[in-house]
């Protein structure tokens, strides 16, 4: 493990318990990113975190692992904003909600999908081994089925569900008035091929769906915050989308041609796309992901 590009290393980590334990966290830093006053995006280990505070508190958007929740606290008051008031995890996935703990138990108020609740409170096996049930003080107090309006620090903050898309329990976070848009891991800016996680109830089509409504609400201006990569912009998303449905087009026509799995991969109906070649998720694995998805 430790020779891997830590591209790699970070999302590997995000659902496997023995290969989070190996990553080393000390050596990890917290970059801070600016986006509007009061709003910002934390870099480190696991997914983006999006920040919004001032005189109504300080929320997070998701919480990476538990041995970054003290770096994180240090970021949030380097921006000047107070200790975490409430957090809302994008979906389940560990390199999300890894935080939820250490945050619960110092008061934050957790917000997540109805799904997310469910997957955290019981074991869940993933393609990638098993992960245990979360303690009750990480778990999410308010849950939605479609999404929460928060109305805090000068403008609205949407919460929105995205129906089995990366999993079944994915929401994006829109500002509405600083024109920023956290999409969880229904994107990856580059930096692999898109993780759908069909155990968890994601769904390739349901990627390009959570897509098209998020490009929707945003315009030339808008910061779009990727699970994992840099800050994009709506254009960035649009290529995003455009690959996803592309590639689920090549693999339907090869699958109607009568084509096998091995035939249509060696097609490369996934090439071409800018994307990180060794990403957590390969150009093959993706294309297998998507044959398995449209097939059935
Ligand atoms: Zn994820």
Redesign the pocket.
Known sequence: MTKLPAIFAFAIS??TAPVFAQQDFSKIEIKAEQLAPGVAVLFGAG?NIGVSYGEDGTILIDDQYAPMTAKIQAAVSGLGAAPVKYLVN????G??SGGNENLGKAGAVIMAHDNVRVRMASDQKTTFGEVKASPKVALPVITYADGLKLHLNGEEVRVIHMPAA??DGDSIIHWTKSNIIHM??LFFFRATYP?V?GGSGGNVRGVVAAADKALALADDKTKIIP?HGAVATKADLLVYRNMVAEIIAKVEAGIKAGKSLDAIKAERPADGYGVNPSGFITADRFVETVYNMVKS
């Open positions: 995000a659902i997914g994008t979906h389940w996935h390199d999300h990366h999993t969880g891991d993780f996680d699970g």
